[in-house]
């Protein structure tokens, strides 16, 4: 027997993306949003209300920049998503996170979350959906492993549980994509 539940906007896993702006005085801001994912090759696609701080900052900027919020890091990654720097001017020192700027957008890299793509503005799209181009994947060395690239065992992302509204670290690896199907080819 399976249950249905109806149209419900669940994804598994559905990340945890932390969206980092300059505000117009040149202060950061940083949202959750669990409402995003990859657009093509190159690109990722936010589901961003009109009316965030970070909406507005992306328009004026023209860029952001996309971090994982990782399991050391839950209460601040859960607090930029409840406030809203439209009435908290004090977000970001409230949240505990530090910012330095990209180098290569108009936007900051969270120096807590070692994972970021640091993206332009593409378009706002008529459904109002933030789409933007990745120019470079920022990676911190606390995360890579002995080949030079990032290791999972090392970097812990959560994701977003909506049915219950939590968030889960990713478990273990169980598998190799692209290679254990051809067992049955
Ligand atoms: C788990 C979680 C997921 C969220 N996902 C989204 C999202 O995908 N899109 C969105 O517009 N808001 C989302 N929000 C709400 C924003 O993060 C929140 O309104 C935030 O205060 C906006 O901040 P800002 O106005 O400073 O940009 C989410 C919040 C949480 C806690």
């Known amino acids: 027997m399976r249950?249905?539940?109806?149209?419900?906007?669940?994804l598994?896993?559905?990340?945890?993306?932390?969206?980092g702006t300059y505000n117009e005085d040149g202060t950061a801001d940083a949202m959750n949003a669990a409402w995003g994912g990859l657009?093509?090759?190159?690109?990722?696609?936010?589901c961003l209300?009109?009316?965030?701080?970070?909406?507005?900052?992306?328009?004026?900027?023209?860029a952001f920049t996309?971090?994982?919020?990782?399991?050391?890091?839950?209460?601040?990654?859960?607090?930029?998503?409840?406030?809203?720097?439209?009435?908290?001017?004090?977000k970001m020192e409230k949240s505990g996170l530090h910012v330095t700027k990209s180098a290569f957008v108009e936007a900051p890299l969270i120096d807590?979350?070692?994972?970021?793509?640091e993206c332009k503005l593409i378009r706002i799209n008529e459904d109002g959906n933030v789409i933007g181009?990745?120019?470079?994947?920022?990676?911190?060395?606390?995360?890579?492993?002995?080949d030079g690239n990032l290791d999972m065992a090392k970097f812990r992302p959560i994701s977003f549980e909506p049915v219950h509204n939590a968030y889960h670290v990713l478990g273990e690896k169980v598998g190799n994509a692209f290679r254990d199907g051809a067992a049955l080819k």
């Open 3 to 10: 249950k249905d539940f109806g149209a419900k906007p669940w």
């Open 12 to 19: 598994y896993p559905q990340p945890v993306l932390i969206i």
């Open 39 to 46: 657009y093509d090759s190159n690109k990722v696609v936010l």
């Open 49 to 62: 209300s009109a009316g965030h701080k970070t909406t507005a900052n992306i328009r004026a900027q023209g």
């Open 66 to 90: 996309v971090s994982f919020a990782d399991a050391a890091h839950v209460v601040p990654c859960d607090y930029v998503g409840l406030v809203s720097a439209n009435n908290e001017s004090g």
């Open 112 to 117: 807590e979350l070692p994972v970021a793509l």
């Open 133 to 146: 181009e990745i120019v470079n994947v920022s990676v911190d060395e606390s995360v890579l492993g002995e």
